[in-house]
C-alpha cells in the first residue's frame, strides 16, 4: 500500500465553532472570521465545509458585544491534542487572549469533535456535561473533552452545524444536529441570525 493511501487512511474529521466580537487592529468580527479561513491550510488542514455567518447575542447574555458565529468542518492526521494546539496558534495570530472564562475575544476557535471519539474517556465526559452552570463559569477541564461537553446545549453553535454536518452523530446521547437543535428552546434557536 502507497503511503499516500496510507495517510489518507488514518485522517480525521475535525467540526469545529467559530466565534469573534472583538476588533482586531480594526478589523470587525465577520472580517476576522472570513480572514481566519485562509489559516487552516497553513497549519496542515483541508478546509471541507463552512456554514454561513451569524449574529448571535453575546453568551452569557450581558458579557459583551455580540458575536459573529460560523463553523466548519476541517480533514486532517493530526491527534485532538495537537489539532486544538494548531487551533490555538491560529486565534494567536488574531490576537486571542485568555485572560477570562467565557471573556470577549478576537477569536474563538472550538474543537466541537473529532469523528467519534470520547475524550479522555466517558467518565470525564458526563463530570464535565454534568457540572452546574454555577460551576461552569469558573471552572475548566485540564484536558480536551471531546465531545464538546456543551455542543448540545448551544443554539449558536448547533444552527451553524446545521448547514454542514446536520446529521453529524454525537456519539454519547446518539442524537444528530438537527435532532439535538429541535432540544433547544425556540427563544434561543430564533436569535441566532444568518448575515
Not at 127 to 149: C, D, F, G, N, Y
Not at 168 to 177: A, I, M, T, Y
Request: charged content about 25%.
Amino acid at each position: 500500500m502507497e503511503l499516500g493511501t496510507i495517510m489518507a487512511e488514518n485522517r480525521s474529521t475535525y467540526l469545529v465553532a467559530m466565534g469573534s466580537n472583538l476588533e482586531d487592529e480594526g478589523t470587525i468580527p465577520l472580517e476576522i472570521l472570513q480572514m481566519c479561513l485562509a489559516e487552516f491550510s497553513g497549519e496542515g488542514f483541508d478546509l471541507v465545509a463552512v456554514s454561513r455567518f451569524y449574529a448571535t447575542p453575546c453568551f452569557p447574555a450581558g458579557a459583551g458585544p455580540d458575536y459573529v458565529n460560523a463553523a466548519i468542518v476541517l480533514r486532517g492526521a493530526f491527534s485532538a491534542d495537537e489539532t486544538l494546539r494548531r487551533l490555538h496558534k491560529i486565534e494567536t495570530k488574531f490576537h486571542r487572549r485568555r485572560q477570562q472564562r467565557w471573556g470577549m475575544r478576537t477569536l474563538d476557535l472550538d474543537l466541537l469533535a473529532v469523528d467519534q471519539e470520547i475524550a479522555p474517556d466517558i467518565q470525564t465526559f458526563n463530570h464535565w456535561h454534568s457540572l452546574p452552570q454555577s460551576e461552569q463559569r469558573t471552572k475548566a477541564p485540564e484536558h480536551l473533552i471531546l465531545p464538546h461537553p456543551r455542543v448540545q446545549d448551544r443554539a449558536f453553535v448547533l444552527v451553524p452545524l446545521r448547514d454542514i454536518a446536520p446529521d453529524w452523530v454525537h456519539p454519547v446521547f446518539k442524537l444528530s444536529v438537527r435532532e439535538m437543535l429541535k432540544r433547544c428552546p425556540a427563544s434561543d434557536v430564533a436569535e441566532v441570525r444568518a448575515l
